[in-house]
C-alpha cells in the first residue's frame, strides 16, 4: 500500500502541476508550512518563505492571465516547457529518498503525467477561444483551479484515491488521442 499511496501523490501533484503548477508548489508549500495533513518528511522541501511566496505570486498572475482570452493560450505556449519541469521536480521531491535510477524514472513519470495533463489544458483552452463569449474561458479557468486544489488535497490525505483518479483521467486522455487519430485515419 505504501507504493501506491507514493505514487498516487505523485501521480496527483504532477497532474496537478501540469494544469497549474503555481497553485500546486504554493499548496504544498502551505500544506507543510501549517500542518494541514500528515505528510512524509520530504515535503518539508517545500516549506520555504521564498517557495511559497513565488509561488503564490506567480499563482495571482496566472489567475489573471487565464482569464483572458489568447493571453492564456500565449501563457500556455510559454508554460509547455516550465510546467513538465516542475511536475518533474515535484514527483522527484516527494519520492523521498531513493536511488538516482528510481529518482530518474520518477522524474520522467512526474514530468510525463504533467506534460499530459498540460497540453489536454492547452488544447482545451484553445478550443474555448473560438468561443464568441468569453465566459467559457473563466468557468474553465475556475473549474482548473478548484480541480487543481481538490486532487492536491485528495494526494495529500488520501494518496490512494488520487491515484485512482490520475490513472483514470491518463486513461481517458489516451483514449481521446487514440480515438482522435482513428477518426483521422478513416477520414484520409
Not at 500544506?31 to 506567480?58: C, H, K, T
Amino acid at each position: 500500500m505504501d507504493v501506491i499511496s507514493t505514487l498516487g501523490r505523485t501521480l496527483g501533484f504532477s497532474f496537478a502541476a501540469g494544469v497549474n503548477l503555481y497553485a500546486t508548489v504554493a499548496l504544498l508549500g502551505l500544506a507543510a508550512r501549517f500542518g494541514w495533513v500528515s505528510l512524509p518528511e520530504q515535503y518539508q522541501a517545500f516549506n520555504n518563505d521564498w517557495l511559497i511566496g513565488a509561488a503564490i505570486a506567480m499563482y495571482l498572475l496566472e489567475f489573471f492571465a487565464d482569464k483572458v482570452p489568447y493571453v492564456d493560450t500565449l501563457w500556455d505556449i510559454v508554460h509547455t516547457a516550465i510546467r513538465p519541469v516542475g511536475g518533474a521536480l515535484i514527483a522527484v521531491t516527494t519520492l523521498g529518498q531513493a536511488s538516482p535510477g528510481t529518482q530518474a524514472l520518477i522524474a520522467l513519470l512526474g514530468g510525463t503525467v504533467a506534460a499530459s495533463s498540460h497540453l489536454t489544458k492547452t488544447s482545451t483552452r484553445a478550443a474555448a477561444n473560438a468561443s464568441p463569449e468569453p465566459f467559457s474561458n473563466w468557468f474553465l479557468s475556475l473549474g482548473e483551479d478548484v480541480f487543481v486544489v481538490g486532487l492536491g488535497f485528495l494526494a495529500m490525505k488520501h494518496p490512494v484515491a488520487a491515484f485512482v483518479v490520475a490513472t483514470v483521467l491518463l486513461v481517458l486522455i489516451l483514449m481521446y488521442i487514440y480515438k482522435s487519430r482513428l477518426l483521422e485515419a478513416v477520414a484520409e
